[in-house]
């Protein structure tokens, strides 16, 4: 707590006004226990409390900065945002359908009850995970690692999703990984390092507790207190421990393994003979290792890096989750926690940690208590009093799509994919296969020979190293625009396509338009906008043309490459 | 006094071209030229050798040790500029280039070496820096032009990092051949694409009232430079078609042969930053026999390029880099290959503000850079920060803004390096 600061007047007014904060107490105090008052809702067992929370804090914020916020979304505009944020791709029009925008859904619910439903249930598809994995794949190791990593470790990560495994043991078991693929494919995470144990420690650092100590490989560190000595220290922790691959072709394997633990401290500092004072591995920030035999060194950094006390561990995870979702975290850039980039709301992060930490670090937790805030179901519209806010979250921060939520997009859009089934083809030459597998094989050559040049032109148009964007860096590269504009998003013709079901099935200009509507950008036309396509498309062909143009050109809005 | 030159050069260059467009676009920043301050420099050509090339088998043999290559090497007009029998027409260009045998660097690790070499940086996690095209492109490039300041011929597309998307490498991956996503897909012409994205723009003002104008601005801002480039007559200097005979022949053939000459055609237009990359550098087999073939591959449309850029009044207003990441060890494996050694190696530049005819730097009888107590042995070592900085000085990049990154402050050169003045006029 000493280390906190209040950051702004506003919230020093806030607390001096003694805002009705329901575990406000929590932040001084250790966590309330049960014969507490029903007021004050035990940390970690209501996400709907600490939501709640944090929506009247941010309300009082506001209100004390002269902050209107904008109003709360339209169900469209939710139904788009949570799908892209939750699973990567917009909704479907019959998903669209089934949500019931602005009425009730079958089960008789509305508003944020309906909402609230839709969340929990987005959790549960097997799209969460995979988005999930994607993203968390993209954040640990990077874009160019190669597709087998990649492979291995988004599978890791989506049975860990899947099952939504406590986000603490989830970063044990890549710290600590050892073994092969395919058994252990969580071992995908060291091994990209190849054994550059100052890429190893310092990514760790980042990723994980958001302190960036690898300006320290070289020189003391310019604003923190970590001296080169420290990093080196930390690097030591993964000194036992080395990867690599084995066997060629589809027996190729990559491995992590660890050398046994030294009989005691002073062997083990004679093995490493780590420069510098330190001659054992050392806990960023002056935590002491202490020798333990019955643990490899990463289990025992492992340990003190998810250790519920570690404040860095959990209020790392707080911050990247409220960037990821909301736009803007607390700390920007959400991986960069140092002393002259204080949190925007220290206590709120701070409590927020904490309770996450309570709740056993359930993801899921998290996510539904920002997702069903009032802050997440914003419109992005700027009123006059708060387009310059870049702080409070007093409307939603328009996002571009990553390479990865757009390529899935686009896939999820033309539905060549879904629209195509195929049975594998045997492994036997042409000649072998009967009419009708031929015919499959046809289908599957071309289905994965359009889904191959698509990922490969995304990978070439958006670079494989691009950073992270900040929240309102929405330039894009020319090589961008081109692929969006001439890759042929909807094939050669030779296959179904949405827009070839939507025209299969009605003759109704009215019904096309909103079908290509719902399927490209998950809504409706609004009345102005039939106002402009009456304008816009009198004078277009009176053909089937004009609805692949309208349909490409919805693919190449702004809104469709955003999360707005 | 140069900038007349090369106006009137470049005129001349166009017209003979055959009519090509005199668009305002590209014309009036050649005229005005009042940017890029002192500097004569006006592109920069990156050859980049990717794998590390052997100093060994190229500009640095060590004829008659044990571990030296069986080549021969060829004498030139430049003292110690000896390269190996398999660059014969580099050879003959000694006086037009200059040679450092004793760039040296610590990184063995071929994405970390080559991430140093293109950048002057040493790998950061925590930070992107721009390689050395993003930051032409962003010292010298041109708002307000058809074709991209960033052109990359092979290779990965390495982003500009800090600098921004703006600056990010527009990569070919098939010099010559069709490039991807350039032409409108198949039954589809202006006229269609225009009628699209007037229904873009229109439905875009929604969106824009209804969710802030600036994503929707920088929407357009990407689109109208993708469809602007597009349509330019300036597109056909990424096609060889209308180059004439003599001069494919002088080049060569092959994909390096057809890139230095889209190099050339850009350079003539006036795209700052270019870079070539060559593959199959990392010889840890066989390393004779394929050094041999990857020197043959280079040698004549390396030479061409020197010749021609000269010949048309570019060479002295064209920057020329040749290297990889990292050099070879002198230690031959027995498969005849060798490691990788960023002890000792070799890059070798050309054209604008080089003082050419020169070798900086030298090696030991052994090459291996260093006495039996460790002690180093070679003979003006180079680093890579250092290289940048040369080329910030010779470019004058302004290396004294601040730049952010993040939260932290970066600059485009590393602010402990120091420029090689023996390099430069």
Redo the contacts between chains.
């Keep these: 707590m000493g280390r906190f600061f209040l950051a702004g007047s506003g919230l020093a007014c806030a607390l001096c006004l003694g805002l009705a904060f329901a575990w406000s107490a929590q932040a001084q105090s250790r966590p309330a226990k049960k014969d507490q008052t029903a007021a004050t809702p035990e940390p970690g067992k209501d996400w709907r409390a600490l939501r709640d929370g944090l929506d009247s804090v941010f309300e009082e914020l506001q209100a004390l900065n002269g902050l209107k916020p904008s109003p709360t979304c339209d169900d469209e505009t939710f139904l788009r945002r949570v799908y892209l944020d939750l699973l990567g791709v917009p909704p479907s029009p019959a998903e669209v359908a089934a949500f019931a925008p602005g009425r009730k859904d079958a089960k008789g619910r509305r508003g944020q009850e309906k909402r609230e439903a839709l969340v929990e249930d987005l959790l549960r598809r097997p799209e969460y995970a995979r988005n999930f994995a994607e993203y968390w794949r993209v954040q640990t190791i990077g874009r160019d690692k190669g597709r087998e990593i990649n492979d291995h470790l988004e599978q890791y990560f989506q049975r860990a999703f899947a099952e939504n495994r406590p986000w603490d043991r989830v970063v044990r078991e890549l710290v600590t990984a050892a073994g092969k693929t395919p058994e252990n494919p969580e071992v995908a995470y060291l091994v990209s390092f190849e054994n550059e144990r100052a890429d190893i420690a310092g990514t760790t650092m980042r990723v994980f507790l958001g302190k960036q100590i690898q300006c320290a490989q070289c020189h003391d560190h310019p604003y923190e207190e970590w001296k080169t000595d420290d990093f080196v220290g930390l690097q030591g922790f993964f000194a036992l421990s080395a990867s690599g691959a084995k066997g060629d072709g589809a027996d190729r394997y990559w491995f992590v393994n660890d050398n046994p633990m030294p009989a005691n401290g002073h062997e083990l500092s004679a093995r490493l003979r780590l420069p510098g004072r330190h001659k054992l591995p050392k806990y960023l920030g002056g935590d002491l290792y202490k020798f333990d035999r019955d643990k490899t060194l990463r289990q025992s950094l492992a340990h003190w890096m998810t250790d519920a006390e570690n404040r860095w561990f959990r209020e790392m995870t707080v911050n990247r989750m409220m960037a990821y979702f909301l736009g803007l975290g607390f700390v920007n850039p959400v991986d960069d926690f140092n002393s002259v980039n204080e949190p925007s709301v220290p206590v709120v992060l701070e409590v927020m940690g904490k309770d996450f930490a309570a709740a056993g670090f359930d993801l899921h937790y998290l996510v539904k208590a920002i997702t069903t805030s009032k802050l997440y179901q914003r419109t992005a519209q700027p009123t006059r009093y708060n387009r310059k806010d870049r702080v409070y979250y007093s409307r939603f921060f328009v996002r571009k799509q990553s390479p990865e939520q757009l390529y899935r997009s686009v896939l999820k859009v033309s539905g060549i994919e879904e629209l195509n089934p195929y049975q594998p083809v045997r492994d036997v030459p042409d000649d072998k296969l009967s009419e009708h597998e031929k015919a499959n094989k046809l289908i599957r050559d071309r289905v994965m020979g359009y889904k191959n040049s698509l990922a490969m032109y995304f990978r070439g148009a958006y670079g494989s190293d691009e950073p992270e964007k900040a929240f309102d860096d929405y330039s894009g590269s020319i090589m961008q625009a081109l692929l969006l504009m001439n890759f042929p998003l909807l094939g050669d013709g030779n296959l179904k396509t949405s827009l070839s079901e939507i025209l299969a099935r009605t003759r109704d200009g009215k019904t096309r338009v909103e079908l290509i509507y719902q399927t490209v950008l998950g809504r409706n036309p609004t009345q102005r906008e039939w106002a402009i396509l009456r304008g816009v498309m009198a004078s277009w062909p009176d053909n089937d043309t004009a609805y692949e143009d309208l349909f490409l050109a919805l693919m190449n809005t702004t809104e469709f490459a955003t999360v707005g | 006094m140069e900038i007349s030159v090369s106006r009137r050069d470049f005129l001349r260059t166009g017209a003979a071209a055959g009519g090509l467009m005199m668009t305002s676009s590209f014309v009036a920043p050649l005229l005005g030229q009042e940017t890029a301050a002192k500097s004569k420099i006006k592109s920069v050509i990156l050859l980049f050798m990717e794998g590390g090339p052997s100093q060994l088998e190229t500009f640095d043999c060590k004829p008659g040790k044990k571990t030296a290559a069986p080549y021969k090497v060829i004498e030139t007009e430049v003292p110690g500029f000896a390269p190996c029998e398999h660059l014969p027409n580099i050879a003959k260009t000694a006086k037009d280039l200059l040679l450092i045998k004793s760039m040296s660097s610590r990184e063995g690790?071929h994405?970390?070496a080559s991430y140093l070499l293109r950048t002057g940086y040493?790998?950061?996690?925590?930070l992107?820096h721009p390689s050395l095209g993003s930051i032409v492109a962003h010292q010298m490039g041109k708002a307000d032009t058809d074709l991209?300041n960033f052109v990359k011929l092979r290779g990965?597309?390495?982003?500009a990092?800090?600098l921004?998307?703006?600056h990010?490498p527009?990569?070919i991956?098939r010099p010559g051949a069709k490039i991807?996503?350039?032409?409108?897909?198949?039954?589809?012409d202006k006229e269609?694409?225009d009628?699209?994205?007037?229904?873009?723009k229109?439905?875009?003002k929604?969106?824009?009232?209804?969710?802030?104008d600036?994503?929707?601005?920088?929407?357009k801002?990407?689109?109208e430079?993708?469809?602007r480039?597009?349509d330019s007559p300036l597109r056909n200097k990424f096609y060889l078609d209308d180059e004439k005979p003599e001069t494919r022949k002088e080049y060569g053939e092959g994909q390096f042969a057809d890139a230095c000459i889209i190099a050339r055609r850009l350079v003539e237009v006036g795209v700052p930053a270019i870079e070539i990359v060559v593959g199959g550098w990392d010889t840890h087999d066989d390393g004779f026999k394929r050094c041999a073939d990857l020197c043959k591959q280079i040698d004549q449309p390396w030479a061409a390029l020197v010749r021609d850029l000269k010949r048309r009044g570019l060479y002295d207003s064209t920057l020329v880099i040749w290297m990889g990441e990292f050099g070879r060890t002198p230690q031959v494996t027995p498969t005849e290959g060798r490691g990788h050694w960023p002890n000792n190696f070799c890059a070798v530049l050309g054209g604008g503000g080089v003082k050419t005819a020169q070798v900086i730097g030298e090696t030991d009888e052994a090459g291996l850079g260093r006495d039996t107590g460790g002690k180093s042995t070679i003979k003006d070592p180079v680093s890579p920060m250092d290289l940048y900085a040369t080329f910030a000085a010779m470019m004058n990049w302004d290396t004294k803004k601040e730049f952010e990154a993040?939260?932290?402050p970066v600059w485009l050169v590393d602010k402990a390096s120091k420029p090689v003045e023996k390099i430069y006029k």
């Design positions: 690790n994405s970390r040493i790998p950061n996690p925590t992107k991209p990965a597309p390495f982003s990092g800090y921004g998307v703006d990010n527009f990569v991956n991807e996503n350039l032409d409108y897909a198949r039954g589809v269609r694409m009628r699209r994205m007037k229904l873009v229109e439905m875009e929604d969106f824009a009232k209804d969710h802030g600036e994503a929707v601005e920088a929407h801002a990407m689109y430079k993708a469809r480039l597009m993040g939260a932290r």
